[in-house]
């Protein structure tokens, strides 16, 4: 049966996502290997029964030539357990601190306290096996497990590494994954999403479509949000954008050093910041307006990354992605489903960003974010993408517009011939871009809500005893606080907890590498930040870090408990 995808899972075939793991394991299974191959045989049987209750993921992707889409081809019949790449794993006889060239051994990560701004430096290779396709037409040819687990067991931790295509799953779709692997791990019950009927479209497409050919919305607020509609982002069917995209991912990666980095923010400190941002917008619109976590979190970085650029002549553009599945009322919808908006109705100066104070800049996205969130946005948004797609009589992706790097340092207010990457209103009104400053352009997804950071092991998989009991109640208990094994002197007492979290990753493999881009992922020991950007753009957002942690986090707890 076929399975049809959309034009917005065409535009990422050739990513691939990875979700990757670290947990401490217990000191008295350190070098044990029966403890070692108990916890590997448990991650593949989870592995397979995922796989085994979710049809889509027996699938492989094919090419609807006519169509111009990619579809899943979901078997008739299960495929056998053996699928190349479904589960992989390796044992790797060192610490897993020399193993990743790493000073030291890594803390676990707490819910009150950040252990280090920045995750420790990885090597992708201990989560996503290199043969593994990152494409969806590599998938085809390869007859690759759409979903691949892979784990690499060191003497004192255990990587794990969770990867599908792009193309197939969003954040939300593969947080659906790692859920359902969460709960085989613990024997639970979960839904796989339902396939569409055999024969039938794809729904999110026909609700596409449908939207397209409703009548435009005359509401005065409706026009003005339809005007900045896809700001920033252009045809790459025109040579001067690609150039101007290809000349300056050159620049930012060997000028500015562009590299990726992973942050973590402990749960204490984010929720310090959020309550004080939302108690600072209730006072100040008298309880006529309210942000989210996500709208404060996304201001915070934004704010921090840029701290010491207040003397440029430049200024943000941001593109940040909403989720299609309410407004289209397609909530079990696995595959990706989002589409970009402007975080402001133009470009943040960044002169002006050290002085707008954190509030505020969170209520600027909190309204272009309501206002994005409408059909009348999201259908001149498609009408826009189809203009710019069907260039020159051809489909064409889309891509974010970059300015010529060279202006950006010196233009001050001329945006001179780097016009394509001023990111700045609806692309229709000249004047406007004229004399806008030159654009910084910022792509920015909130993957909170997702769950690709919720994979957690309980400790019982530890235990080598055939037909071992299991104790629910023990698995839901709270996470060890160390990396200490059951406790006692009970040896066949079944350990109980979860493994301790060391850190989580997440990482885009693309033709083009990721630069000048933002994620956000959480679970219950705080936020995740990860993407790629300037060097010294880093250093900032870890001095924000520190200060965050100092004033909400460890050093407040600290201060509390003296």
């Known amino acids: 049966m076929l399975v049809p995808l ?57 090419w609807q030539k006519e169509q111009g889409i990619w579809a899943i081809d979901v078997p008739d019949e299960p495929l056998p357990a053996d ?51 990152t494409t969806f037409g590599g998938y085809a040819k390869t007859g690759a497990s759409l979903l691949a687990v892979q784990a690499t067991l060191f003497d004192d931790v255990v990587a794990v590494g969770i990867t599908a295509p792009h193309g197939l799953f969003d954040a939300t779709g593969l947080g659906w994954a790692v859920r359902a692997l969460r709960a085989e791990l613990r024997h639970e019950a979960w839904d796989a999403p339902p396939l569409s009927p055999p024969g039938a479209e794809n729904v999110l497409g026909a609700e596409l479509d449908a939207l397209k050919r409703e009548a435009e919305s005359t509401d005065p607020a409706d026009v003005e949000a339809a005007r900045h509609a896809l700001a920033g982002w252009v045809s790459a069917s025109s040579l001067k954008n690609v150039a101007c995209f290809l000349t300056n991912y050159a620049w930012e ?37 309210w942000v989210s976590t996500g709208d404060v979190l996304t201001a915070w970085a934004l704010k921090a990354v840029h701290a010491d650029e207040a003397s440029s002549h430049t200024a943000a553009a941001v593109s940040p992605v909403f989720a299609l599945r309410d407004i289209l009322s ?25 002085s707008t ?51 950006l340092g010196w233009a001050g207010r001329r945006s001179g011939s780097g016009g394509s990457g001023s990111g700045s209103g609806s692309g229709s009104d000249g004047d406007e871009r004229a004399t806008a400053p030159p654009s910084h352009h910022w792509i920015l997804s909130n993957q909170m809500v997702s769950g690709v950071a919720e994979l957690s092991l309980p400790a019982a998989l530890l235990d080598t005893r055939p037909h071992a009991p299991r104790d629910k109640a023990a698995d839901d208990a709270s996470s060890c606080s160390s990396s200490s094994g059951a406790e006692g002197d009970d040896l066949h007492a079944v350990p109980t907890g979860e493994l301790p979290l060391l850190a989580f990753y997440l ?54 408990e003296k």
């Open 6 to 62: 959309s034009a917005i899972d065409n535009a990422v075939a050739d990513m691939g996502i990875t979700c990757g793991y670290l947990f401490a394991l217990p000191h008295d299974a350190v070098g044990d290997r029966s403890t070692g191959e108990a916890l590997l045989a448990q991650l593949e049987a989870a592995t397979k029964r995922v796989v085994a209750k979710w049809p889509l993921l027996q699938g492989q992707p094919v």
């Open 83 to 133: 699928r190349p790449f479904a589960f992989t794993s390796s044992r790797i006889s060192k610490p897993y601190a020399l193993a990743a060239s790493l000073p030291g051994p890594i803390e676990p990560l707490s819910s009150a306290t950040s252990p280090c701004g920045f995750q420790p430096a990885h090597k992708l290779a201990f989560f996503r096996p290199a043969p593994l396709p």
């Open 253 to 289: 990666k060997l000028w500015h050093r562009d590299e990726p980095r992973h942050v973590f923010l402990s749960k204490r400190a984010v929720d310090a910041l959020v309550a004080s941002v939302k108690d600072e917008v209730r006072r100040e619109t008298g309880g006529k307006e």
């Open 330 to 354: 397609v909530p079990s919808y696995p595959h990706n489903a989002v589409a970009p908006y402007p975080f402001s109705p133009s470009p943040l100066p960044l002169s002006d960003l050290p």
């Open 357 to 407: 104070p954190l509030a505020s800049l969170a209520l600027t996205h909190r309204r272009s974010l309501d206002a994005a969130r409408t059909r009348d946005f999201l259908r001149a948004t498609l009408r826009k993408m189809e203009r710019l797609t069907w260039s020159n009589g051809g489909q064409v992706p889309v891509m974010p517009a970059r300015a010529w790097p060279w202006r």
């Open 507 to 560: 990482r885009i493999t693309a033709p083009i590498k990721d630069h000048q881009a933002i994620r956000f992922q959480v679970n219950d020991k705080g936020l995740f930040l990860e993407g790629s950007m300037r060097r010294k753009r880093w250093e900032a957002l870890g001095r924000a870090v520190e200060r965050l942690e100092r004033e909400f986090g460890r050093g407040a707890g600290q201060t509390r």
